[in-house]
């Protein structure tokens, strides 16, 4: 397998003009700490080396990275005298931040998360890449892709896109065969009907879907950008400018049905991201929404004892998706403030987590569709692992573009928790609570956001979402 080594080689021959030992498949040291579900891996620092901490919560590629940082750390971290401490975090990786931050207790590098970006910057929490002295070449190479109010903030670079995050739909083959469905559900309609046949045939163990409330982000990641290819959007209209929560519905009232139905595991709203996706790996659950992250969840953090497939997501109505497949450019770090204490070894720690060498890597391990292309041409095989073809074949694609929620202080309930809500207190009028929420979220925009800056959304006029 194709080692992240060869980038590292080419950093050492340029800085120092020596060979590299080999070894870049050595193991770091690892731990599971306390119950926030970290687990460390650092080099041996040397007493001049400094150490660059690094916190992120992607779990599904743990080990490799780990591999990958051990072997920086043994070999051009020595030369330049720099040790990764590298943290990973579990389901409450948003709290563990923002309490971070606020104690100035935050890595030199972390993950930066959608919600909590902007305030971020506006904070002073992240600093931008752009100000990294020697950034300049680095940045180079993602002229032209690099989007307003998700990587770039008052004309200065604070994310990069590392990754495509495409959006599934997973069944679990054995309880479908069990239960004498043949086909994957085309709409929600037969999302809901297949639900029901499982549950009812279930006993009490078997259930035909699952909801993970303790964790908000799922609204995002498997309610509301599931929706984009039936809508047109994830909840903001970037032609008109405006929040439009009432077009998704039809994406939330099924799920509605389905927990009134008891077609849900009982407890739902005790349950988290990480317990909703282990009740899937047990067998216990017929079908459940899938990010592409979710292949390393299933391959490792959570074997699968079914037989998973991963399918199209479901469309409102019999004639299919009249959209494109939504995908997310995500970002892997941005950069805290405690790394202007040393600038120039954090950008070279930087470099080598964005690196085209190690992305390959990823994509050989089925852990990640490298945003740039040049990091798939050099992956020496293709990936094989259950379930990533599936997500990574999105020839009909295109990406999400930015909301302008982080710019706007809401009274009242948040638009992810209020559409978790529904699925808690099925007695509630999903139209009354969803008007109410894009009602306030309107209001908010118009009274807080310059229209200078809000234009900034507006879509770019060579997309084209339609089918």
Request: proline residues 5%.
């Amino acid at each position: 397998m194709m080692k992240c080594k060869n980038w590292i080689s080419a950093m050492m021959a340029a800085a120092l003009c020596v060979s590299l030992l080999s070894g870049c498949g050595s193991k770091a040291k690892s731990n599971t700490s306390d119950a926030s579900g970290a687990a460390q891996a650092d080099g041996s620092a040397t007493a001049q080396n400094e150490v660059i901490r690094v916190w992120s919560d992607n779990a599904h590629e743990k080990e490799l990275r780990m591999e990958q940082i051990a072997e920086f750390n043994n070999t051009i971290g020595k030369e330049k005298g720099i040790t990764i401490e590298y943290t990973v975090y579990g389901a409450n990786w948003e709290d563990t931040i923002k309490v971070a931050a606020q104690a100035d207790e935050a890595p030199d590098l972390f993950r930066p998360n959608g919600t909590f970006l902007k305030e971020f910057v506006d904070s002073g929490f992240f600093v931008p890449i752009s100000d990294l002295p020697g950034s300049e070449d680095f940045l180079a190479r993602y002229d032209g892709v690099l989007a307003v109010n998700q990587h770039i903030f008052n004309d200065k670079v604070y994310t990069l896109p590392y990754n495509l995050t495409t959006t599934k739909f997973i069944i679990n083959r054995d309880l479908f065969d069990k239960n004498g469905i043949k086909d994957a559900p085309k709409t929600w309609n037969e999302v809901r009907e297949y639900a029901k046949i499982i549950t009812e045939n279930g006993g009490g163990e078997e259930f035909g879907y699952v909801l993970g409330l303790k964790s908000n982000w799922i609204a995002t990641s498997y309610i509301i950008r599931m929706a984009g290819q039936n809508v047109g959007h994830i909840g903001f209209d970037n032609d008109t400018l405006k929040f439009d929560f009432l077009a998704l519905l039809p994406q939330i009232e099924p799920i509605i049905g389905m927990v009134k139905d008891g077609s849900v595991l009982p407890g739902s709203a005790g349950l988290d991201a990480d317990q909703m996706r282990a009740q899937f790996a047990e067998g216990r659950i017929g079908m459940i929404p899938g990010v592409s992250f979710d292949v390393g969840v299933y391959n490792d953090q959570f074997p699968a004892k079914c037989n998973w497939e991963v399918v199209d997501v479901p469309a409102f109505e019999d004639s299919g998706s009249p959209y494109k497949e939504f995908s997310d450019a995500t970002s892997l770090l941005g950069v805290g403030k405690a790394a202007l204490k040393h600038p120039e070894k954090v950008l070279e720690v930087l470099k080598f987590f964005y690196s085209d060498e190690c992305a390959a890597q990823m994509y050989e391990a089925s852990l990640y569709i490298p945003f740039r292309s040049e990091a798939i041409a050099l992956a020496a095989k293709e990936p094989e692992r259950k379930g990533f073809k599936e997500f990574a074949n999105v020839p009909d694609k295109v990406l999400m573009l930015p909301m302008p929620d982080t710019f706007i202080t809401v009274e009242g309930t948040a638009y992810r928790d209020a559409f978790l809500s529904l699925l808690s207190d099925t007695n509630a009028d999903p139209v009354a609570v969803i008007t109410d929420v894009e009602k306030r979220y309107n209001d908010a925009l118009a009274s807080q956001v310059d229209p200078a800056v809000l234009e900034t959304f507006r879509t770019p006029a060579d997309r084209d979402i339609k089918r």
